[in-house]
T-cell receptor, first 115, second 116 residues
């Protein structure tokens, strides 16, 4: 079945540091890939997504490129801020039994950015 | 738009009691998902509905769990009887099928359930 493997956390960085959170996936078909972010006490929010190989998703300074050859979708940001402190989830979706694109999530990576 | 609304935000109950969690999806969305989040198991899909009809409930852990969607604007997840191992954060999410490559799921704030 489909699965998503994320970099183990927690990750602690200083403000303005470079961020990489690794994500690799296993899927039978051609999934869409997502990064969701969860701030403390809140639900998950879509951060960015990519639908096919070599697509780059970007939002709020975060980027991730869909790499089919390495089955990866690593999240990067050039300069993190304290406000980026959150849990980040990599996810994939493929058509399910009801034609809905069910999400399979990674385990999440806790990011803490220190001032 | 108000987003996905869940109630209650926090629920503390005793083992053996019935618990009902509620969700109001975003208006116009035709898919509704229930997830459970725990430290040990991460995010798990429990069940999802399409146009109020349950499509896949393979993630529902036991017969103690049941979910309904009587209309397009309301869904419930019920646990009866509740057990301490049911303690978790339960999320509801909704999406709209566009037929495109991706359909974003919008999550509610979650209900934190504690079963003593």
């Amino acid at each position: 079945g489909d699965s998503v493997t994320q970099m183990e956390g927690p990750v602690t960085l200083s403000e303005e540091a470079f961020l990489t959170i690794n994500c690799t996936y296993t899927a039978t078909g051609y999934p869409s890939l997502f990064w969701y972010v969860q701030y403390p006490g809140e639900g998950l929010q879509l951060l960015l997504k990519a639908t096919k190989a070599d697509d780059k998703g970007s939002n709020k300074g975060f980027e991730a490129t869909y790499r089919k050859e390495t089955t990866s979708f690593h999240l990067e940001k050039g300069s993190v801020q304290v406000s980026d402190s959150a849990v980040y989830f990599c996810a994939l979706s493929e058509l399910g039994s009801g034609s809905a694109r069910q999400l399979t999530f990674g385990s999440g990576t806790q990011l803490t950015v220190l001032p | 738009d108000a987003g996905v609304i869940q109630s209650p935000r926090h629920e503390v109950t005793e083992m053996g009691q019935e618990v009902t969690l509620r969700c109001k999806p975003i208006s116009g969305h035709d898919y509704l998902f229930w997830y459970r989040q725990t430290m040990m198991r991460g995010l798990e899909l429990l069940i999802y509905f399409n146009n109020n009809v349950p499509i896949d409930d393979s993630g529902m852990p036991e017969d103690r769990f049941s979910a309904k969607m009587p209309n397009a604007s309301f869904s419930t997840l019920k646990i009866q009887p509740s057990e301490p191992r049911d303690s978790a954060v339960y999320f509801c999410a909704s999406s709209h099928w566009t037929g495109g490559a991706t359909d974003t799921q919008y999550f509610g704030p979650g209900t934190r359930l504690t079963v003593l």
